[in-house]
């Protein structure tokens, strides 16, 4: 179907609308999938075509898939043609007598409405069930925190600032470690002749390295950002220019960090358990402004991790200062009082160290 729509794309005629069934004659194993895994691939072909000629900047003219690229199909479920039995753990797809073995993620409620099977280029099978249920949320639990200030960083992932103290939260140990494994596979994939069984071997395991990464990276920003979300009533964060940093020399860090993603998850997971997510003005200047007494420190430079306010002499870290800036948005100018003699009096084990002198070298970060 697509070499024939291809076709007449490059003739300028009209582009065929013809349906599986034509084929079958001509192409007998289509009679052994079931006839919807067809029919939905010559929907998505048909909405491929028309996102192309509705917007063919942002959508390219679909093309041929590679073989070692992911490869999927999707059937529906018509009379339980799909189902799944929890107690044997075996997975019943159309067309198949007997259910297939697989590892089961969660139970689940609800109407089975498709599956999706699909092939990594690492040589895993995977099967995504659509499920229609009544509540599809997690629970909306209380939130303990009434605001949330986040600093971005670049030599932890983000330090934070609640009612409770501040705290920072470290890249996790097993990515750094998976980062530097994809490093060496990298290295030894480009260094074996190209086409060679060798070759092949080492792009298998980069494949699967790539995998591990993407899934641990997700896994971490998911977890991350719900416990966040249950946390904490107002979240709020920088309005960093993503996009902007990304074609300066920070982009690899960043990049790496998913921060994008996670800024993306931190504002659909508010919206759908009630809280505020909050982005400050790009121009706000949280890391230079003393949380203490609000001075403003214009020579603050981007390599100066603390920092001394020659207006009340509070040593700063840089990250903490920021993050405390970014929670006293967050908690409202009316209640600032309150917050900061709470956070002073240090009634947490997070909390902020006492006024330290600028005589003192340097300051101790408090770690969560
Ligand atoms: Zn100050």
Redesign the pocket.
Same mark, same amino acid.
């Given at each position: 179907m697509l070499e024939k729509k291809l076709y007449a794309y490059k003739k300028k005629e009209q582009i065929p609308r013809d349906t599986p069934a034509k084929y079958k004659d001509k192409f007998p194993f289509l009679k052994e999938v079931d006839s919807f895994a067809l029919c939905n691939v010559q929907l998505q072909l048909q909405k491929a075509f028309k996102d192309h000629f509705r917007n063919r900047k942002q959508f390219k003219i679909p093309k041929f898939k590679k073989k070692r690229d992911k490869q999927s199909y999707t059937t529906n479920n018509v009379h339980n043609s799909i189902r799944v039995d929890f107690e044997k753990v075996l997975l019943y797809l159309p067309k198949l007598k007997e259910g297939v073995e697989i590892e089961l993620h969660r139970r689940f409620d609800g109407k089975i409405k498709s599956v999706t099977v699909s092939r990594t280029n690492d040589g895993k099978y995977f099967a995504s069930i659509l499920v229609k249920t009544e509540n599809p949320r997690n629970k909306v639990v209380e939130p303990k925190s009434k605001a949330f200030g986040m600093d971005l960083g670049l030599e932890h992932f983000v330090t934070v600032t609640n009612d409770f103290g501040n705290y920072k939260v470290e890249h996790p140990r097993y990515l750094r470690r998976g980062e530097e494994r994809l490093k060496r596979l990298q290295k030894s994939f480009s260094k074996k002749q190209k086409g060679s069984k060798n070759s092949e071997k080492a792009r298998l395991s980069l494949d699967r390295q790539h995998a591990y990464i993407t899934n641990a990276r997700n896994d971490f920003l998911h977890k991350l950002s719900k416990a966040i979300i249950d946390e904490n009533q107002v979240v709020v964060v920088e309005d960093i220019n993503v996009k902007g940093l990304l074609k300066t020399r920070l982009a690899k860090s960043i990049a790496d960090s998913g921060w994008s993603k996670f800024l993306n998850y931190l504002k659909y997971k508010a919206e759908w358990y009630g809280r505020t997510f909050i982005q400050v003005d790009r121009f706000f200047p949280s890391s230079k402004l =003393?949380h203490? =007494? !609000?001075?403003k420190n214009e020579d603050l430079a981007l390599h100066d991790r603390t920092w001394c =306010?020659p207006? =009340? !002499?509070?040593t700063h870290d840089r990250d903490v200062n920021a993050s405390i800036n970014l929670y006293f948005v967050g908690i409202g100018r009316s209640e600032r009082g309150t917050v900061e003699q709470a956070l002073v009096d240090d009634r947490s084990p997070h909390g902020i160290p006492k006024k330290p002198s600028c005589n003192e070298v340097g300051i101790s970060t408090t770690k969560g």
């Open positions: =003393c203490r =007494c !609000g001075y =306010c207006s =009340c !002499g509070e």
